[in-house]
């Protein structure tokens, strides 16, 4: 399966000056970006949505996605209606492309918290269902109580953090796995084998830590860029192959590092 969304996407976590957050998000959109990513704990949903209209871009183009959050929100089935009508109400749309479970831990109960997602579709207002920070047995519970197919999971990814057993469940069950932290947020960028093969396709490390990414099937990216050059430098990245040596000597980068935790993660 091909993804049906764009190899890279963009990312707005800690984009939160809101004037800053509207400009990325509108010159993002008018560079060619179609996929963008932001959540209600991020607080900066009202601003994406003042980036969205002034880009003007017909919203059957773009595919918008947002999450709810067990701290800031609340995954109890009639906390997820309200947040999703919120969230909704902030970014100026009536309808999501995207839901996600921001993270599986507090109140979240899979039967419950996912039936309020499955009335969520059923009443058009949210077109797919997605998870965030789950394990492969959070994922197996998912599918056996959604009657929707799971759309999507997204999952720290990068250089540093293959997710090799995420990535062969998202190819093995035909869903989409949605790359975040993707630049290792920054870090890949001074990586010596990353630099490397940058220089020798003549072509950004960012463009490179992303090719890689996105070369594994089902995957793709949500860098998160604020200034025109490096949302411009991103997008490139798609067009970027890689040879399979250059890809296996990423592959074969020693470090492992995980950016982003939180208490009660399913992999602590
Ligand atoms: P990231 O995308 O790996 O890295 C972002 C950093 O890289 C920023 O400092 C950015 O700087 C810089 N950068 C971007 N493009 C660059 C380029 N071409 N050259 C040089 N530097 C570049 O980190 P992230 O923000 O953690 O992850 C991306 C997105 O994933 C988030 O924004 C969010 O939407 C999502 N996410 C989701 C979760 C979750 O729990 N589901 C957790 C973390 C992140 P500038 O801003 O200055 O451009």
């Not at 918008?64 to 999703?84: M, N, R, W």
């Not at 996600?100 to 009335?119: M, S």
């Amino acid at each position: 399966m091909v993804s049906p969304l764009p190899p890279i996407g963009l990312g707005t976590w800690e984009n939160d000056d809101p004037t800053q957050c509207a400009r990325s998000v509108r010159t993002a959109i008018e560079l060619g970006y179609r996929h963008v990513d932001t959540a209600e704990h991020y607080g900066n949903e009202s601003a994406v949505g003042d980036g969205i209209e002034e880009a003007d871009a017909p919203r059957d183009e773009l595919f918008l996605a947002t999450k709810v959050h067990p701290i800031s929100g609340g995954l109890t089935y009639d906390e997820v209606l309200e947040e999703a009508d919120a969230s909704m109400e902030r970014l100026g749309v009536d309808y999501l492309d995207l839901l996600y479970v921001h993270w599986p831990v507090g109140e979240y109960e899979a039967a419950e918290t996912l039936g309020a997602f499955e009335h969520l579709v059923e009443a058009d207002r949210v077109r797919h269902v997605g998870v965030s920070n789950f394990d492969v047995d959070l994922l197996d519970e998912a599918r056996e109580v959604l009657d929707s197919p799971l759309f999507a999971h997204q999952v720290e990814l990068h250089p540093f953090l293959p997710q090799r057993e995420l990535v062969e469940d998202a190819q093995r069950h035909e869903y989409t796995l949605v790359a975040y932290s993707p630049l290792a947020r920054g870090e890949a960028l001074t990586n010596e084998t990353i630099c490397d093969i940058a220089e020798q396709y003549e072509t950004s490390p960012a463009q490179v830590a992303l090719a890689w990414v996105t070369s594994h099937e089902n995957v793709v990216a949500i860098p998160k860029a604020t200034s025109s050059a490096h949302l411009e430098d991103n997008l490139g990245a798609a067009a970027l192959e890689l040879d399979d040596e250059d890809i296996a000597r990423i592959d074969d980068i020693e470090r492992r590092t995980r950016f982003v935790e939180r208490d009660g993660a399913p992999w602590q």
